[in-house]
């Protein structure tokens, strides 16, 4: 069974960016390990190729049992990188494991004619330190390799030294599993450099983020707060404070008498739903106010089962499509259906008034752009609209069931 692995520590703030820099450098270590056995057990398949072919090409100069000398190494590489986690006695039957590989390797290259000349430098041991380098890299799971590969150095080269010196084997000292251990050494030497540069690029990410976040948050106010100029007749001030100077059309006219007319939405805009009643019945009494009577259809009780902040945005763009049906629309009536299911909560409401054409309205008019889309869109939502001159209006929106309480 895997062991679960410990909980990674991130640099991070409240609210910001965070790295997980354990969890990083783990994987990175991962990655290395992984590769530097698969290309071990490809150093292991070419000696083992090189033990069947060069007694084969010439007889006597290698004993035939060097492949099989081998294997052991092959299945410590493989231990090595899978056993997780290793116990202490496993290591203990992986570093015997090597000793007694490296000790047959060493009595074959002294009966080896074409490997006794070069001592315990030959390249079959040379290879083969290498190896226990990287088993001892690969099996520990407590400094992340670093006493691994000293270990390993140590078994393999004290092997191969006791057993030469019993074989009468000359010792030579060998450069490659030397080097293999000090690039390690070094690598972890750089480690505290490494992650204060690490330090030093995340908090600049950090910063970044939190530049971001803050805009993105004065602009999320920012719209909030040009839904909320256009809920009053503010609205109409603001469209007019655009205009180029000069006297009011009848258009501009009327449509300032209509937002006059339907003042007396205002207080009901801003009241918080009565609790007994609900969401519903408050959207019905701001129709009321303005002279539209509103036809409840469908499961209205959802409106109530919407979580904050969606259902502040949600009554706002409703109680926003009522005002304009007050304001727009030249009737007296209006329907409001709503539905839900596992996957949202939606409600149309739907008039049979003077309609618009939608991709004509300018993009001063802020009524639907952002008292109603943008508030949903805000926080999930989605808002459709059909509509024709002559044809009334329908406006479809949506809510994720995932807010619903």
Not at 142 to 154: D, K, Q, V, Y
Not at 312 to 325: E, K, P, T, W
Request: charged share 15%; with cysteine.
């Amino acid at each position: 069974m895997t062991a679960a692995p410990p909980p990674a520590t991130s640099v991070s703030t409240p609210g910001e960016w965070v790295v997980p820099l354990r969890e990083a450098a783990l994987t990175a270590r991962a990655a290395l390990v992984t590769g530097v056995v698969a290309m071990s057990l490809v150093l292991v398949a070419v000696l083992a190729a090189v033990g069947v072919i060069l007694p084969l090409a010439q007889p006597g100069s290698l004993v035939p049992w060097v492949p099989l000398a081998l294997v052991p190494l092959a299945a410590c590489c493989v231990a090595g990188w899978r056993w997780q986690p290793i116990p202490v006695l496993g290591c203990v039957a992986i570093a015997v494991t090597v000793s007694a590989s490296l000790a047959a390797l060493t009595l074959a290259a002294a009966a080896s004619p074409a490997q006794a000349s070069a001592g315990t430098a030959g390249f079959m041991l040379s290879m083969s330190t290498n190896l226990a380098v990287v088993i001892g890299i690969a099996s520990d799971r407590w400094t992340g390799g670093l006493a691994g590969a000293l270990a390993g150095f140590a078994i393999g080269e004290g092997t191969i030294a006791v057993t030469a010196a019993v074989v009468s084997l000359p010792y030579r000292l060998d450069v490659p599993p030397i080097a293999i251990a000090a690039a390690v050494v070094i690598a972890y030497a750089l480690v505290p450099l490494a992650r204060r540069r690490s330090r030093r690029g995340t908090a600049s990410l950090q910063e970044a983020d939190r530049r971001t976040r803050a805009r993105r948050l004065r602009e999320s106010e920012g719209r909030e707060s040009i839904a909320l100029l256009h809920d009053t007749l503010l609205g109409e001030l603001a469209v007019l404070a655009h205009r180029e100077p000069g006297a009011l059309d009848e258009t501009e006219r009327a449509r300032i008498v209509r937002s006059l007319e339907s003042s007396a939405v205002l207080p009901l805009l801003h009241a918080e739903p009565p609790a007994p009643d609900g969401v519903a019945a408050w959207l019905v009494s701001i129709g009321a106010a303005g002279g539209v009577t509103v036809r409840l259809e469908g499961e209205v009780t959802a409106l109530d089962r919407v979580s904050e902040p969606a259902a502040s945005a949600m009554r706002a763009a409703l109680a926003q499509c009522l005002v304009n049906v007050v304001r727009h629309a030249g009737v007296t009536e209006a329907w409001l259906a709503a539905a839900a299911d596992a996957g949202e909560v939606s409600v149309t409401i739907v008039d049979e008034g003077v309609g618009f054409d939608p991709d004509a309205v300018p993009h001063d008019r802020l009524g639907l752009s952002e008292s109603v889309v943008g508030r949903l869109e805000r926080c999930g939502g989605t808002v459709r609209v059909w509509s024709s001159p002559g044809a009334g209006t329908s406006v479809h929106v949506t809510i994720p069931a995932a807010v619903l309480v």
